[in-house]
């Protein structure tokens, strides 16, 4: 499973973007696909997570409201709208997919395969 973020860049503070990671392979064996960031010199962090096959998403609660995290399953491609962009939203976001059913979502270790990472730097 190869899976490859995209849509960084440098947006203003107040502004939006959009995140897509696009999933090859042998997607089939992964349930869910979840966003993970690393802010400069901070641990990563679990964003948002959505089953493959399950009408549920899962967020941070510091995100729910300014975040949203879709799919798009013809295209095996999740994506990770963002809104209200502040400079504590600078990060390198990736994505990665878990190949278990019972994952918790929010840990990085239950997620198998992992994409290169796209970065956000948000000025004020």
């Known amino acids: 499973v190869q899976l490859q973020a995209s849509g960084g860049g440098l947006v203003q503070a107040g502004g939006s973007l959009r995140l897509s990671c696009a999933a090859s392979g042998r997607t089939a064996i992964t349930y869910t696909v979840a966003w993970f960031r690393q802010p400069p010199g901070k641990e990563r962090e679990f964003v948002a997570a959505?089953?493959?096959?399950?009408?549920?998403?899962y967020y941070a609660d510091s995100l729910k409201g300014r975040f949203t995290i879709s799919r798009d399953n013809a295209k095996t491609t999740v994506y990770l709208q963002m809104n209200s962009l502040q400079p504590e939203d600078t990060a390198v976001y990736s994505c990665?997919?878990?190949?278990?059913?019972?994952?918790?979502?929010?840990?990085?270790?239950?997620?198998?395969?992992w994409g290169q990472g796209t970065e956000l730097t948000v000025s004020s």
């Open positions: 959505i089953p493959w096959s399950v009408g549920r998403t």
């Open positions: 990665a997919a878990s190949r278990y059913y019972d994952a918790t979502y929010y840990l990085p270790n239950d997620y198998s395969y």
